[in-house]
């Protein structure tokens, strides 16, 4: 199973730069995984195409209840936001270089993917990448 933040989740159903090959990525993988809050990423992700007047309202339902079908069929993967990887994510800002910037939702996924054993977390974020390896972790983009 890989590791996906909610940018190549976001590619899935949106067509973008780097979308043929994430879903190639996808596709090809034995399984998706990635914190639970990833899944309001995608919407908040969607609303704010919808707020921007480039998605309809029309089209976000539909992808949103797409979404909700590749759950189902188990496409997605979600991993708990539990204690321990809120405490890796703290433990990191804490040691954190200054030079190194990275929000808290990007750190989330770091520090789930760290915890769940994951060795890479990919992503389009060049800033999430950046941080990886303070989590241990490989970033990779494929595009």
């Known amino acids: 199973m890989i590791y996906l933040d909610s940018s190549y989740i976001f590619k899935c159903y949106i067509n973008e730069p780097g979308t043929p090959r994430v879903l190639s990525l996808a596709q090809n993988s034995s399984g998706c995984g990635s914190s639970l809050h990833a899944r309001t990423e995608f919407w908040s992700g969607l609303h704010r195409r919808v707020c921007e007047k480039v998605t309809s309202m029309q089209d976000a339902r539909k ?62 974020d060049r800033i999430l990448l950046a941080a990886a390896p303070h989590f241990g972790l490989n970033g990779i983009s494929v595009y």
């Open 63 to 124: 992808i949103w209840r797409q979404f909700e079908q590749d759950e189902r069929a188990g496409v997605w993967r979600w991993l708990p936001l539990t204690d321990s990887v809120i405490r890796r994510a703290c433990d990191v800002f804490e040691k954190l270089p200054p030079e190194v910037f990275l929000r808290s939702g990007d750190a989330l996924h770091l520090a789930c993917a760290s915890e769940n054993r994951f060795s890479d977390v990919y992503s389009g």
